[in-house]
């Protein structure tokens, strides 16, 4: 029964790090593009 919950914890952990790398690197994205349409939008309003 240890053995299982053990495997239970390393697999939620595993998802919960591959979740919050994905979330991460998907807000830097996110920022980049908007940074970048800021930057153009500045452009135009000048």
Not at 17 to 43: D, F, N, R, Y
Request: aromatic fraction near 14%; glycine fraction near 8%.
């Amino acid at each position: 029964m240890a053995i299982y919950w053990h495997v239970v914890l390393v697999y939620v952990v595993g998802w919960y790090q591959s979740s919050v790398h994905l979330l991460t690197s998907l807000g830097s994205v996110i920022l980049t593009t908007h940074e970048k349409h800021g930057g153009v939008l500045e452009k135009f309003s000048l």
